[in-house]
């Protein structure tokens, strides 16, 4: 626990969690702008597999499921957030389609380039 609050205090740094690199400044606290129905911007180069795949409609668990996502699928990062309860989801799209949505850091094994803060 008191890894993920140096991680979140820091003004910038580099750390894995969930097997996720997230690169650039970290926020001084969570960030409120993002809740469900929300979008991110394409600012990240991470390439992810999917362990579980519950794609949202924001980065908190109670926010509407819209899709399933089969384990192994590729998912590509656009970018991540803490959310209010401190943990990190990432946005992005699933394998070659167009479907985007969020799912928890957690649920997603890092296969190359990095996740940055929305």
Known sequence: MRFKKALVTAAATTAVLGGITVGGAAPASADTTYGCGSTGPNNSDGELKVVVGHLRNGPFESCTQTQSVAP???????????????????????????????????????????????
């Open 72 to 118: 192994g699928t590729a998912f590509h990062a656009w970018c991540g957030v803490y959310n209010t309860s401190g943990n990190f989801w990432v946005y992005g799209r699933v394998g070659s389609g167009q479907t985007k949505g969020w799912i928890y850091s957690g649920n997603l094994s890092l296969s190359s380039g990095s996740v940055n803060i929305c």
